[in-house]
């Protein structure tokens, strides 16, 4: 991961400052994955834990890496951070082999924070209307109760009345 705003030289990296390459041959079923440390220092990468898929259709090919956030080996994607990105690609219908070849400068991925809820508030949540109805019940219950128990007193002290 590069510190400040240096980066590695975007074609397969440079001495100081190695990248993570991943090819994907489309003969291949599986990507490829490479430190690069300039040009003439490329190595396969321990762990290969990049993998992805190919797709072509109506004259275009799109390619799907899928790799973990915090890989066995290369740059990690932390949240909340950038991650500088850059793409090579070669397109054999029109004869680009080597050197000839479409590419881009450096972009930057920002891995958005992963925001994980917390369970304590609905459950306090939860516990406090549970709590609020069985006041609201009890309370119903002791009011009908006594109502009840104020009419059969009622009855009971009326004096009789004679014609």
Known sequence: MP??????????????NSVDLWFFDLARPDPLQFTGRGSADLAPSE?????????????????????PLRP??????????FLPIAFSVWDGFSRERGNRRGLTLWYS???EP????SAVGPMIQ????IFLIELAVIAG??????????????H???????A
């Open 156 to 162: 009971r002290q009326q004096p009789a009345t004679s």
């Open 126 to 129: 939860t516990a406090l209307m």
């Open 72 to 81: 066995s080996s290369g740059a990690a994607f932390t949240p909340g951070g």
């Open 3 to 16: 510190t400040g705003a240096r980066k590695p030289y975007f074609i397969f990296g440079d001495g100081q």
């Open 47 to 67: 762990g290969g834990d990049v993998t992805g898929v190919a797709n072509y259709d109506q004259g275009e090919w799109s390619v799907i890496f899928k790799r």
């Open 141 to 154: 219950v002791r009011w009908r109760y006594a109502a009840r128990r104020r009419d059969e007193l009622g």
């Open 114 to 117: 992963e925001n994980v809820p």
């Open 109 to 111: 991925v920002y891995v």
